[in-house]
């Protein structure tokens, strides 16, 4: 089957960088996603993978393991506004998104 | 430009009832999607459309039907809802469904409660 696992809940302080995992297996692959998703409202596009290493936009980097299944999305200098769910998806051989269960991150003062 | 738009935003049902959920984009998208999010799962794909007149079933369609008769719309049908279909319903939309960075963009979801 496919499936995709990332942290139930992260805690983080302001100003700090935190790491969110996500670990998948999947049929087939053709890029992965990162959303972020703040409470109550619908998941906006963060960043894009399919070659492996790290992409980088301003505070938010992701980075890409194709043969450890592996992504992790980094955030720096926390804002209080980073406080949401954080959601991977891969895109599989169907080009279907596959989506893990997300990632909410609270941050603290 | 509304982006993609959903209708109801929220609903309470009785068990037995029938509801239709409207979701609507002005990007001109070839490809759109209803989803499911409960707790705890990540989102599940009921069915999807890769042009008018056109539908596929996702990982979850039983209980749910969809039409697509206009590009723009693309209607999630409950012909008799069960308290399992209790759940936040996101609508999403895309230019392709192909590879490359091909982003999918989202409806604020629509909350149903069914008794």
């Known amino acids: 089957g496919q499936n995709i696992d990332q942290p139930t809940e992260m805690t983080a302080t302001e100003g700090a960088i935190v790491q969110i995992n996500c670990t998948y297996q999947?049929?087939?692959?053709?890029?992965l996603f990162w959303y972020q998703q703040h409470a109550g409202e619908a998941p906006t596009f963060l960043s894009y993978?399919?070659l492996d290493g790290l992409e980088e936009k301003g505070r938010f980097s992701s980075f890409l393991s194709r043969s450890k299944g592996y992504s992790y999305l980094l955030l720096k200098e926390l804002q209080m506004k980073d406080s949401a769910s954080y959601l991977c998806?891969?895109?599989?051989?169907?080009?279907?998104?596959?989506w893990g269960a997300g990632t909410k991150l609270i941050i603290k003062p | 430009n509304a982006g993609v738009t959903q209708t109801p935003k929220f609903r309470v049902l009785k068990t037995g009832q029938s509801m239709t959920l409207l979701c609507a984009q002005d990007?001109?998208?070839?490809?759109m999607y209803w989803y499911r999010q409960d707790p705890g799962m990540g989102l599940r794909l009921i069915h999807y459309?890769?042009?008018?007149?056109?539908?596929a079933k996702g990982e979850v369609p039983d209980g749910y039907n969809v039409s697509r008769l206009k590009k723009q719309n693309f209607l999630l049908g409950l012909e008799s809802a069960a308290p399992s279909q209790t759940s936040v319903y996101f609508c999403?939309?895309?230019?392709?469904?192909?590879?490359?960075?091909?982003?999918?963009?989202f409806g604020p979801g629509t909350r149903l409660l069914v008794l």
């Open positions: 999403a939309s895309s230019s392709t469904g192909g590879s490359g960075e091909e982003t999918q963009y």
């Open positions: 990007m001109n998208h070839e490809y």
């Open positions: 459309s890769v042009g008018e007149g056109t539908t």
């Open positions: 999947t049929s087939g692959f053709n890029g």
């Open positions: 993978n399919v």
């Open positions: 998806a891969v895109k599989d051989s169907n080009y279907q998104l596959i």
